[in-house]
């Protein structure tokens, strides 16, 4: 209730129910209606200098009973009279905005000295209502409702509650529907939700309907609170968010050298020299021993110095449609340089055990970063959708490797761990073929072996015809994707991750048949699919077959490696989370039963096994499959 009220707002009331009236009687123009708005405010000029109301204190406690015990309240926290620090506001009916025509219509641009106050550009578009100010005690709205809310405005913390107090303000058990919060075209940076725009206290059991906009892309907007840093439990939004397309835009950037210090196997002191056996011997003596000649094992490195990266960063951060949609992305450039390798182009008639080392490696490493995820609500329905994605690609930029007859042989230019071979064409299906095709120089070869490219088209297959095939043994592209659903106490979520642009190889006993000889190993069922006389398939998965591995057949080759793509399901999980109604008589807090499966299911060209073990003959265990069912309490 209000005490002190000088009868100006209700005169104005009168004068505005008496222009609503005359519209419908006798069909005035807007131009018309605004007119006599205007001269309603004329009348009530003087409200600058009312004195306004106050809330009536009833037990400890303040009750709002009407539109106009709100009114009050809001100017008292707005101009910062009364925060009500310690003390409890209480709503005792359900308020209905409709009810109350606007002394002014809140769609004109012109009316910025209009109203309670002296500002009433914002007051007189709803009543006099302008939301709450700084507000530190409690509020509750002992479950009514608050109908048909209007809050338009240039402001930055926007809504029904402008903000509360850390860790001091409460608003409960409060229901606003069919509200229209409106952030009118403005640069400042704004909070915008339906109970309050930046959340610093609590907020518990309160119910939104309604809509919520901004017409400026520094706002941040949320259905219950634009923003919070404290705690909102058990509250439902169901009022539509809209606002500026773009909500977060951020450009990133970092540029920097770094080094690292890590050293190859069994290498302490790379400055060091030392000496060891391991170049031959003789025997010497009366009775002939052998004795292992000395030389030098280790070859201290002259200048030995930190391997160096020079990073470069660019990434971008954007948030779209009221958060809705988030993207985070980078482009990476590393090179990095006095890489500690070994060098390949001293001869071994230097004299030395090992080829020595030497700072003289150089890589660029590059590729994109990003992730991607989408937020929605769809009433009780809630789910979350996500992905990421990395691509990278490095090249050997400088190695010391011996010159190679051929560009394409060398490692210079290509992915660390590129694989090179030989590119296989089939199989030969009989002698002619073997006769009218290029010499092939790994051993003889007969019908059902593998037939090879001549790749540089000298008449003959040997190594220099051994060039760049498949991709590295790292994988450049990494992935993953899944989505999180929620439902009234149910929740379920599903994760892939995959890997592409990688390649393994092949060989070892197990997969080559009768590596060892004929009946020594165990074979594969897929030796039978190999060419044979009765079956002469040029495309069979194994040639023909022999005692012992044929020299020319495994041969490193497009036949000796397996594309290693593959996309795994990797987890799935099933949850209920019980209500807190339901398990406070037990004397719990909270309780959730849930079902989580690892490694459900597996996509991949290559069937053999796992590919994402890198096996080169099926020799390792496979991830295991596993399934968890447990139950998370307390108490």
Same mark, same amino acid.
């Given at each position: 209730?209000?005490?002190?009220?000088?009868?100006?707002?209700?005169?104005?009331? +009168?004068?505005?129910?008496?222009?609503?009236?005359?519209?419908?009687?006798?069909?005035?123009?807007?131009?018309?209606?605004?007119?006599?708005?205007?001269?309603?405010?004329?009348?009530?000029?003087?409200?600058?200098?009312?004195?306004?109301?106050? *809330? &009536? @204190?009833?037990?400890?406690?303040?009750?709002?009973?009407?539109?106009?015990? *709100?009114?009050?309240?809001?100017? @008292?926290?707005?101009?910062? &009279?009364?925060?009500?620090?310690?003390?409890?506001?209480?709503?005792?009916?359900?308020?209905?905005?409709?009810?109350?025509?606007?002394?002014?219509?809140?769609?004109?641009?012109?009316?910025?000295?209009?109203?309670?106050?002296?500002?009433?550009?914002?007051?007189?578009?709803? /009543?006099?209502?302008?939301?709450?100010?700084?507000?530190?005690?409690?509020?509750?709205?002992?479950?009514?409702?608050?109908?048909?809310?209007?809050?338009?405005? @240039?402001? /930055?913390?926007?809504?029904?509650?402008?903000?509360?107090?850390?860790?001091?303000?409460?608003?409960?058990?409060?229901?606003? +529907?069919?509200?229209?919060?409106?952030?009118?075209?403005?640069?400042?940076?704004? !909070?915008?939700?339906?109970?309050?725009?930046?959340?610093?206290?609590?907020?518990?059991?309160?119910?939104?309907?309604?809509?919520?906009?901004?017409? =400026?892309?520094?706002?941040?907007?949320?259905?219950?609170?634009?923003?919070?840093?404290? @705690?909102?439990?058990?509250?439902?939004? =169901?009022?539509?968010?809209?606002?500026?397309?773009?909500?977060?835009?951020?450009?990133?950037?970092?540029?920097?050298?770094?080094?690292?210090?890590?050293?190859?196997?069994?290498?302490?002191?790379?400055?060091?020299?030392?000496?060891?056996?391991?170049?031959?011997?003789?025997?010497?003596?009366?009775?002939?021993?052998? %004795?292992?000649?000395?030389?030098?094992?280790?070859?201290?490195?002259?200048?030995?110095?930190? +391997?160096?990266?020079?990073?470069?960063?660019?990434?971008?951060?954007?948030?779209? !449609?009221?958060?809705?949609?988030?993207?985070? *992305?980078?482009?990476?450039? $590393?090179?990095?340089?006095?890489?500690?390798?070994?060098?390949?182009?001293?001869? #071994?008639?230097?004299?030395?055990?090992?080829?020595?080392?030497?700072?003289?490696?150089?890589?660029?490493?590059?590729?994109?970063?990003?992730?991607?995820?989408?937020?929605?609500?769809?009433?009780?329905?809630?789910?979350?959708?996500?992905?990421?994605?990395?691509?990278? %690609?490095? $090249?050997?930029?400088?190695?010391?490797?011996?010159?190679?007859?051929?560009?394409?042989?060398?490692?210079?230019? %290509?992915?660390?761990?590129? %694989?090179?071979?030989?590119?296989?064409?089939?199989?030969?299906?009989?002698?002619?073929?073997?006769? $009218?095709?290029?010499?092939?120089?790994?051993?003889?070869?007969?019908?059902?072996?593998?037939?090879?490219?001549?790749?540089?088209?000298?008449?003959?297959?040997?190594?220099?015809?051994?060039?760049?095939?498949?991709?590295?043994?790292?994988?450049?592209?990494?992935?993953?994707?899944?989505?999180?659903?929620?439902?009234?106490?149910?929740? !379920?979520?599903?994760?892939?991750?995959?890997? #592409?642009?990688?390649?393994?190889?092949?060989?070892?006993?197990?997969?080559?048949?009768?590596?060892?000889?004929?009946?020594?190993?165990? *074979?594969?069922?897929?030796?039978?699919?190999?060419?044979?006389?009765?079956?002469?398939?040029?495309?069979?998965?194994?040639?023909?077959?022999?005692?012992?591995?044929?020299?020319?057949?495994?041969?490193?080759?497009?036949?000796?490696?397996?594309?290693?793509?593959?996309?795994?399901? #990797?987890?799935? +999980?099933?949850?209920?989370?019980?209500?807190?109604?339901?398990?406070?008589?037990?004397?719990?807090?909270?309780?959730?039963? =849930?079902?989580?499966?690892?490694?459900?299911?597996?996509?991949?060209?290559?069937?053999?096994?796992?590919?994402?073990?890198?096996?080169?003959?099926?020799?390792?265990?496979?991830?295991?499959?596993?399934?968890?069912?447990?139950?998370?309490?307390?108490?």
């Amino acid at each position: 209730m209000l005490t002190g009220q000088n009868g100006i707002l209700n005169r104005a009331a +009168e004068a505005k129910e008496k222009t609503e009236k005359s519209q419908v009687e006798e069909n005035e123009t807007l131009n018309d209606y605004e007119q006599e708005i205007d001269d309603v405010v004329s009348n009530i000029s003087q409200v600058d200098d009312a004195e306004p109301g106050k *809330l &009536e @204190e009833v037990n400890g406690e303040y009750i709002i009973n009407s539109i106009e015990d *709100l009114v009050v309240f809001s100017a @008292e926290t707005i101009n910062g &009279e009364n925060n009500y620090e310690g003390k409890t506001v209480k709503l005792g009916e359900s308020l209905d905005f409709k009810s109350k025509k606007s002394y002014a219509n809140p769609d004109r641009t012109d009316y910025d000295n209009y109203g309670y106050g002296g500002k009433l550009r914002e007051t007189l578009s709803n /009543t006099g209502f302008n939301g709450i100010g700084t507000f530190s005690g409690t509020f509750d709205g002992n479950g009514y409702t608050i109908k048909n809310l209007i809050i338009k405005k @240039e402001i /930055t913390e926007y809504s029904y509650f402008g903000f509360v107090n850390i860790n001091q303000g409460i608003i409960k058990n409060l229901n606003i +529907e069919n509200c229209n919060i409106e952030a009118r075209g403005t640069s400042n940076y704004g !909070f915008f939700g339906g109970i309050c725009g930046n959340n610093s206290g609590k907020i518990y059991n309160c119910k939104v309907t309604g809509a919520i906009k901004s017409d =400026y892309s520094n706002s941040i907007l949320g259905g219950i609170a634009g923003y919070s840093e404290n @705690e909102i439990k058990k509250c439902i939004n =169901y009022a539509k968010i809209s606002g500026k397309a773009v909500n977060v835009l951020k450009i990133r950037g970092s540029v920097g050298l770094v080094g690292s210090e890590s050293l190859p196997d069994n290498m302490r002191f790379g400055y060091l020299s030392y000496f060891g056996e391991g170049l031959g011997g003789y025997y010497f003596g009366m009775a002939p021993s052998f %004795h292992e000649g000395i030389g030098e094992d280790q070859i201290g490195v002259a200048d030995l110095t930190w +391997e160096k990266g020079f990073k470069k960063d660019i990434g971008i951060e954007l948030k779209m !449609f009221d958060s809705m949609v988030s993207l985070d *992305l980078d482009y990476f450039h $590393e090179k990095r340089s006095d890489i500690l390798i070994q060098r390949q182009s001293v001869p #071994a008639t230097m004299g030395v055990i090992k080829q020595p080392f030497a700072n003289m490696g150089v890589m660029v490493n590059q590729g994109i970063d990003g992730t991607l995820e989408f937020n929605h609500s769809i009433g009780d329905f809630r789910y979350k959708l996500y992905g990421n994605f990395t691509y990278t %690609h490095n $090249e050997i930029k400088e190695m010391d490797e011996a010159q190679k007859k051929y560009a394409y042989r060398m490692q210079t230019g %290509h992915r660390y761990g590129q %694989h090179f071979g030989l590119i296989a064409l089939g199989l030969f299906q009989d002698q002619k073929e073997i006769n $009218e095709s290029p010499e092939q120089k790994f051993g003889d070869v007969r019908p059902g072996d593998v037939k090879y490219l001549d790749y540089n088209e000298d008449g003959v297959v040997d190594e220099d015809d051994k060039c760049p095939i498949g991709y590295s043994s790292v994988p450049e592209i990494v992935y993953g994707f899944g989505a999180q659903l929620f439902w009234k106490g149910f929740d !379920f979520g599903i994760f892939f991750r995959g890997q #592409a642009h990688v390649t393994y190889g092949l060989g070892g006993d197990t997969f080559i048949p009768f590596n060892k000889g004929v009946g020594k190993g165990n *074979l594969f069922e897929k030796a039978l699919d190999r060419w044979t006389e009765d079956n002469p398939n040029p495309n069979a998965f194994y040639p023909r077959l022999s005692n012992g591995a044929s020299s020319n057949n495994w041969q490193s080759s497009t036949r000796t490696i397996y594309n290693g793509r593959l996309l795994r399901l #990797a987890d799935l +999980e099933l949850g209920y989370t019980f209500k807190k109604s339901w398990i406070a008589p037990i004397g719990m807090k909270s309780l959730r039963i =849930y079902c989580l499966a690892n490694n459900v299911a597996l996509f991949a060209p290559w069937d053999m096994w796992d590919p994402e073990t890198a096996s080169f003959n099926g020799s390792k265990y496979p991830l295991p499959r596993k399934v968890n069912i447990g139950i998370r309490a307390s108490f």
